[in-house]
């Protein structure tokens, strides 16, 4: 069973920085392209970023470009988020999802192209 559990939400300052984890339980984790997506109140659903398999290929939204980083610990089953210079238009559910075995190098940016998903974490960015 892959399950995602997201961790490290909570509510924070404009300007100031939070770091998501997401430790995921199952096989092949090196082998599973990983994705954070957020979901604002009566908003869909949005691609936050993404990483390959190994890690050596990243995406990320325009909206949060040079302010979040996506890293991951194969070794720890765990991806992480670390975002900076948080906005309040930065408030949401954030959610971690975890894509099919997939042995290549390739990032995702679709919430259609995830298989499991976690229960969220949310974050709220006063001004």
């Known amino acids: 069973q892959v399950q995602p559990v997201e961790s490290g939400g909570g509510l924070v300052q404009a300007g100031g920085s939070l770091r998501l984890s997401c430790p995921v339980s199952?096989?092949?984790?090196?082998?599973?392209?990983m994705g954070w997506f957020r979901q604002a109140p009566g908003k869909e659903r949005e691609f936050v970023a993404a990483?390959?398999?190994?890690?050596?290929?990243?995406n990320y939204a325009d909206s949060v470009k040079g302010r979040f980083t996506i890293s991951r610990d194969n070794a720890k089953n765990t991806v992480s988020l670390q975002m900076n210079s948080l906005k309040p238009e930065d408030t949401a559910i954030y959610y971690c999802?975890?894509?099919?075995?997939?042995?290549?190098?390739?990032?995702?940016?679709?919430?259609?192209?995830?298989?499991?998903w976690g229960q969220g974490t949310q974050v709220t960015v006063s001004s």
């Open positions: 199952g096989r092949a984790f090196s082998s599973r392209p």
């Open positions: 990483i390959s398999g190994r890690g050596e290929r990243t």
């Open positions: 999802a975890a894509r099919q075995i997939n042995g290549g190098s390739y990032v995702y940016t679709a919430d259609d192209d995830y298989l499991y």
